[in-house]
């Protein structure tokens, strides 16, 4: 059984999204590696690095540890404990010691990086690619276009933050969802709260 991510691991996933992350990184992990786009503390890392090891493969933990919008001084999210010395946020530090302290710095292999900026020369195949970056709708589109077409068969797309009422939280992530269904390519794979699981067809 996963171990769920200390109290102390910041992060906004709830232990039963990452029970189901974790879950379907055990299946898909045996298709192909994961990659996780939005890594933050690395509290959903530590589910997804889990299930990668029961897999026998890893995790591509993807973020440029700068924080999205809503994290910066004076918004929403902003974490004052999060900025370096040079006023800048800055969660790599705090993502590598939870990482280190879950034990799971053998199955992940963070990239220090923006989606926009590695993609021309990173395009792995996939057992899994969960989307969980910046959630304005150019962050979340770039994301999905980046790496939706590296999944393979048979593998899972998993989305965190998806509301299908507008009322109840950002709309770019249930784009994307949505943009997925319609592409013929996915069919639904499960829902834990707003995480949502899609199964590639072909
Ligand atoms: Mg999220």
Redesign the pocket.
């Known amino acids: 059984m996963p171990a769920p991510p200390g109290p102390d691991v910041r992060g906004?996933?709830s232990d039963a999204e990452g029970s189901a992350l974790y879950e379907a990184a055990c299946y898909a992990g045996t298709i192909g590696p994961v990659l996780e786009i939005?890594s933050w503390c690395g509290r959903s890392t530590i589910w997804l690095a889990q299930g990668a090891r029961e897999a026998g493969t890893i995790v591509f933990a993807l973020d440029h540890h700068r924080g999205s919008e809503e994290h910066q001084p004076g918004e929403m999210f902003h974490d004052p404990d999060l900025i370096d010395g040079d006023g800048n946020v800055d969660t790599l530090r705090e993502f590598r010691r939870n990482i280190a302290r879950a034990d799971v710095e053998a199955h992940v292999i963070p990239i220090v990086a923006g989606t926009a900026q590695v993609t021309r020369f990173f395009r792995p195949q996939l057992g899994m690619v969960f989307i969980?970056g910046g959630h304005s709708i150019e962050a979340a589109l770039t994301d999905w276009r980046s790496f939706g077409q590296c999944l393979l068969p048979g593998g899972i797309l998993a989305i965190?933050?998806v509301f299908t009422d507008a009322g109840a939280g950002g709309q770019a992530p249930y784009t994307v969802w949505r943009l997925a269904l319609d592409s013929g390519l996915y069919k639904e794979h499960g829902a834990t709260e707003s995480l949502r699981l899609l199964l590639r067809l072909s």
Do not use: E, M, N, S
Request: hydrophobic share 35%; no cysteine.
């Open positions: 906004f996933l939005g969980d965190h933050d």
